[in-house]
């Protein structure tokens, strides 16, 4: 059925914009703040803030609003109501301890890759990932493989749009190299990110394909920076990864 204006509650459509302007780089909001991130005027978006704040998905200091853990219950109950968790996470878990390394699964949602499932075996980013996490796509071994599953003109333009900011000195900032990187993915079948996204981490990731043949997350495995160069990365990590690939696609439709 075709959606109609008066179907539509435009207070709520607000809301969830202003609920979406917070994140790990934007952690605690002014009023002013959310209503230049939502494009809003300043008295809608205080309304929005303050029934957050009365709601219990956020923390009021007078100054600055925060997410309380109760929005956590948004997120979350989002992804456990996918079915791709459930089904991966007890290869993920079988995975990382054959290979001895951290193991996740993600998927794209816009420019940047949400972890679905994780199997942790030892911390190697300073950040804690877990399901819900996100991450840039350009420069992540998920995000690459999940960008060349896209059209290629719909890949660049992700790119082009993205916050290109290096985060380590590897860090790939021209978007025609960036692009490069997903057609190497794209004509691989993997991608290898060599401490990009932190220094000392490096990852490889696969896509993972349902029985259709169609791309519908991605897996990988992080390392710390130990092993010589990349083709050792490969040698000893892709065949691991390329067996749980054929696993998952005879189990997803």
């Known amino acids: 059925m075709p959606n109609k204006s008066s179907d539509i509650i435009s207070s709520m459509a607000k809301g969830l914009r202003v609920l979406e302007c917070f994140g790990a780089d934007r952690p605690k909001l002014t009023i002013t703040d959310a209503a230049r991130i939502a494009d809003l005027d300043r008295a809608t978006a205080r309304r929005c803030l303050l029934t957050l704040h009365h709601e ?122 960036a692009m490069k990187c997903v057609d190497e993915a794209r004509s691989n079948g993997y991608a290898v990110i060599d401490q990009e996204v932190e220094i000392g981490l490096r990852s490889i990731a696969v896509p993972l394909i349902d029985g259709r043949g169609e791309v519908v997350a991605a897996l990988n495995t992080g390392m710390a920076a130990t092993h010589r160069d990349r083709s050792e990365i490969i040698d000893t990590y892709l065949s691991p990864l390329l067996k749980v690939q054929s696993g998952i696609a005879r189990i997803i439709d």
């Open 56 to 177: 219990g998905y956020a923390e009021y200091d007078g100054k600055f609003f925060t997410l309380t853990p109760r929005a956590l219950r948004l997120g979350m109950g989002a992804i456990s109501s996918l079915p791709l968790p459930q089904v991966v996470q007890p290869w993920l878990d079988q995975l990382t301890e054959h290979i001895g390394q951290s193991c996740s699964v993600s998927i794209l949602d816009g420019k940047e890759i949400v972890y679905l499932a994780r199997a942790a075996q030892k911390r190697v980013m300073s950040i804690g990932l877990m399901p819900g996490s996100r991450l840039p796509a350009h420069c992540t071994s998920m995000g690459r493989v999940l960008l060349a599953a896209l059209p290629r003109e719909e890949a660049r333009r992700l790119i082009e749009n993205s916050d290109l900011t290096p985060r380590t000195k590897y860090s790939v900032t021209d978007p025609a190299e």
